[in-house]
């Protein structure tokens, strides 16, 4: 399986880094939709492999996600967003699934931890909280303008490993 990675971002200079090392080593591509950073994002972006395109911002981030998407060479996505990081044990289990010929499931989702001042912030509508990480374009889109949803056809399979998100307020 081919599978470019899709992520939005701005003004994510602390986060980018670790964000992008800890994707799968077997990802074909990176696409980044930047609205407009003021600070290194996108440098920092360009300088670890990944295809930055600049865009005023629509007010809907299913707007920006699906752009992104469409920007894609791919029809598998992997997505995240720049304060998250991929568990090392997400990690391997992804490059497994992309290593792989799974094509029985239209998407795939991780359970995501909130991580704040170092500490795991457990809120009963946080927690686990799946959110989509592997998804084909084909059966797939983002709808909603603040809170935007993976809207799907076919099966979707859930991943018990966790996508890290590191909140700062």
Same mark, same amino acid.
């Given at each position: 399986?081919?599978?470019?990675?899709?992520?939005?971002?701005?003004?994510?200079?602390?986060?980018?880094?670790?964000?992008?090392?800890?994707?799968?080593?077997?990802?074909?591509?990176?696409?980044?939709?930047?609205?407009?950073?003021?600070?290194?994002?996108?440098? /920092?972006?360009? +300088?670890?492999?990944?295809?930055?395109?600049?865009? *005023? #911002?629509?007010?809907? !981030?299913?707007?920006?996600? &699906?752009?992104c998407?469409?920007?894609?060479?791919?029809?598998?996505i992997?997505?995240?967003?720049a304060?998250?990081?991929?568990?090392?044990?997400?990690?391997?289990?992804?490059?497994?699934?992309i290593?792989?010929?799974?094509?029985?499931?239209? /998407?795939?989702? +991780?359970?995501?931890?909130?991580i704040r001042?170092? *500490? #795991?912030?457990?809120? !009963?509508?946080?927690?686990? &909280?799946?959110?989509?990480?592997?998804?084909?374009?084909?059966?797939?889109?983002?709808?909603?303008a603040?809170h935007?949803i993976?809207?799907?056809?076919?099966?979707?399979?859930?991943i018990?490993?966790?996508?890290m998100?590191y909140?700062?307020?």
């Amino acid at each position: 399986m081919k599978v470019s990675v899709c992520m939005i971002t701005r003004n994510e200079e602390k986060n980018i880094e670790k964000c992008l090392r800890s994707l799968p080593k077997n990802v074909d591509e990176i696409v980044t939709v930047d609205g407009f950073s003021r600070d290194k994002t996108v440098k /920092m972006a360009k +300088s670890l492999g990944a295809k930055v395109f600049q865009r *005023k #911002f629509s007010g809907s !981030y299913s707007d920006e996600r &699906n752009y992104c998407v469409s920007l894609a060479r791919n029809d598998w996505i992997l997505t995240l967003d720049a304060d998250e990081i991929f568990d090392p044990r997400l990690k391997k289990e992804l490059e497994r699934l992309i290593s792989g010929n799974e094509d029985s499931y239209s /998407m795939y989702c +991780s359970p995501r931890k909130t991580i704040r001042a170092g *500490k #795991f912030i457990f809120e !009963y509508y946080s927690y686990p &909280n799946f959110k989509p990480v592997l998804f084909d374009r084909r059966k797939c889109s983002y709808v909603g303008a603040v809170h935007e949803i993976l809207k799907f056809t076919g099966k979707r399979k859930f991943i018990h490993n966790h996508i890290m998100h590191y909140k700062e307020r």
